[in-house]
């Protein structure tokens, strides 16, 4: 048999650290609460944790604006513990990855400090300034007509040195200058070998396809005529010098560990997807790409949701996995993180009669993908969306609240805005960023025993339903069918994790059924993903031989409505 590396066939558990696990009762996660809970982790079958932004900063993108790589926000805790959970999660044959956040950093860093002080600071050149434009009345403009990811202009004016300096996202997230050498190595040691020298085992890119941009600055097409700013991806997503950048950082850093990197990419052609992730290139092992996530929503607004059929979620998967076939690429299988809703509520159904099973559903789905799989806290007890009736106050996402405010300026005078605003509310509770960030139900107590004092945000209401305590013991949760389907993902990996992906009834609005062949073995998947039971069919000219599913008593020839089940053929 063929030997693969470790992060193939690793399935990763991320851990988004405000949410997961108080230990100090301040209403905030930290690291000791994760310590304490790297025994429920490895009994999932997880073999690599993920752990999203732990680093300094002021939090207004909770911890993607980081003012100093090398130290820890105070209320996650300190190096010395991100050193005890390094060495803990190894003790149990676990591997840690952290988030490297280098497409810029927090205002509050001293690199952007000194950038901003004057222009003939050394450190002028780390950061991307470009003077004023004026309009025909004399007014000042930004550079470019370039909308941020997080509403307004990506240029914020700054008075010190009359001059506007760069921010994809928000206005404390400078981006910083990596046509710059001195900033690539000064990124490369205090980012990177920083935490590789205390033993992590790689990185997950933040924004791995951003830095390159393109150099000449020109004003982006108008895409939303609503608005003064457009999207802008076209100038800074896989721009003219990323691969050359990617290279760099393997070759001068990646290179020296035997780590694992998986980069936030995105969108991506799928000729540059392979330039990223081909191990001959020697950029990164895997990448993140949206198709899934995104599906039904506009890839430069979430919020401008549309919906999307069965035919579509079955053609993301295949076009954001199958394009390593026949090339030493890799992939990755994920359906949820922190910036994506609940994986039940957007492609499941989370009524309580349906919750259970859908989310069984989407394990066995998820569990049989190939590539390197990702779970996302929450997920493995099927947490759900926040609910409807909650007010707009309980979102506190940057994404969301920057949203609300430009659409309250652009509409709040309407007569019909409170009609605009409702149906914006529904894209939000679909869509928001804030669906994945609400504490971990750990058990039925007060907070879902998240925190013994004041969570910093609100709990979900149906934490005594669902939660971590009362799973744990039951043979018939989704908690147990995750650990059955990352059992069955090891045991049949040939198929599953390496398997080629062919579906079977692409234009089915009710079903999904697919093979997943090697060589001249195959496993066939069906799946129901409707409310109503649908006819069993065999896709397949072979025998079939049950391996499992989600309903213990089926039946052979009707799928019961989100019935899973995988078989091999024979
Ligand atoms: O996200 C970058 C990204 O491209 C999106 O997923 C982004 O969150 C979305 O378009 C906003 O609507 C990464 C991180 O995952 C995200 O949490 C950070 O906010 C962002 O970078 C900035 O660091």
Not at 34 to 45: A, E, F, V
Not at 381 to 407: H, K
Request: contains cysteine; proline residues 4%; charged residues 25%.
């Amino acid at each position: 048999t063929v030997q693969h590396p470790w992060w193939k066939e690793s399935t990763v558990y991320q851990i988004w650290p405000a949410s997961y696990k108080d230990s100090k009762g301040d209403g905030v996660g930290d690291i000791p609460g994760i310590i304490s809970t790297l025994d429920h982790i490895k009994s999932l079958g997880v073999d690599v944790i993920w752990l999203s932004p732990m680093y300094d900063s002021p939090q207004d993108d909770m911890g993607y604006d980081i003012s100093d790589y090398e130290n820890v926000y105070p209320k996650y805790g300190t190096v010395d513990d991100m050193q005890k959970l390094i060495d803990e999660t190894h003790a149990r044959g676990m591997k840690l990855i952290l988030d490297l956040v280098i497409n810029h950093t927090s205002t509050e860093h001293k690199w952007f400090k000194e950038s901003k002080s004057s222009k003939t600071n050394p450190k002028r050149d780390w950061y991307i300034w470009k003077p004023a434009r004026y309009d025909a009345d004399g007014n000042r403009q930004p550079p470019t007509n370039w909308g941020s990811y997080f509403s307004g202009s990506t240029w914020t004016y700054d008075e010190t040195t009359d001059e506007y300096y760069l921010h994809l996202f928000a206005e404390s997230q400078p981006d910083l200058n990596w046509e710059n050498e001195e900033t690539r190595n000064a990124i490369y040691k205090s980012a990177l070998t920083f935490w590789y020298e205390k033993g992590v085992d790689g990185f997950r890119i933040d924004t791995a396809g951003m830095y390159s941009k393109v150099q000449s600055y020109p004003d982006a097409p108008i895409e939303f005529p609503d608005s003064p700013y457009q999207p802008c991806k076209m100038f800074h997503q896989s721009g003219p010098r990323i691969h050359e950048f990617h290279k760099e950082m393997f070759e001068k850093v990646t290179s020296k560990y035997d780590a694992m990197t998986v980069g936030e990419v995105g969108h991506s052609t799928r000729e540059d997807a392979l330039k990223y992730v081909s191990a001959k290139e020697k950029e990164m092992n895997m990448m993140f790409l949206f198709d899934v996530v995104e599906v039904g929503s506009n890839p430069s607004d979430r919020f401008r949701y549309e919906g999307f059929t069965l035919s579509d979620f079955k053609k993301a998967f295949e076009s954001q996995g199958s394009f390593i076939e026949g090339t030493d690429a890799w992939s990755t299988v994920f359906t949820e993180n922190h910036d994506q809703p609940r994986s039940i509520t957007r492609f499941g159904n989370d009524s309580s009669e349906f919750r259970v099973i859908s989310g069984k559903a989407l394990a066995l789905l998820q569990s049989t993908l190939t590539g390197t799989g990702f779970i996302y806290q929450g997920q493995e007890i099927g947490m759900v969306n926040l609910p409807r009736e909650w007010s707009i106050d309980e979102y506190q996402d940057i994404n969301t609240v920057n949203y609300v405010r430009e659409f309250k300026q652009k509409y709040g005078n309407d007569a019909d805005y409170n009609k605009k605003f409702e149906k914006l509310m529904d894209s939000i509770n679909l869509v928001a960023r804030d669906h994945a960030r609400s504490p971990v139900q750990w058990d039925d107590s007060a907070n879902g025993g998240f925190t013994s004092g004041t969570p910093w945000t609100r709990v979900h209401d149906n934490y005594k339903e669902i939660n971590v305590k009362s799973q744990t013991n039951d043979p018939n949760s989704l908690l147990s069918f995750w650990k059955k389907a990352l059992k069955f993902r090891k045991e049949y990996k040939d198929l599953f994790i390496h398997g080629l992906f062919r579906i079977l009834d692409v234009g089915n609005k009710e079903t999904f059924s697919f093979l997943k062949v090697n060589g001249d073995q195959s496993a066939f998947i069906t799946i129901n993903f409707s409310d109503k039971p649908q006819k069993f069919v065999n896709h397949t000219e072979k025998k079939l031989e049950y391996i499992y599913g989600n309903v213990d008593n089926y039946n052979e020839d009707e799928l019961a409505p989100y019935e899973a089940r995988a078989y091999l053929t024979k």
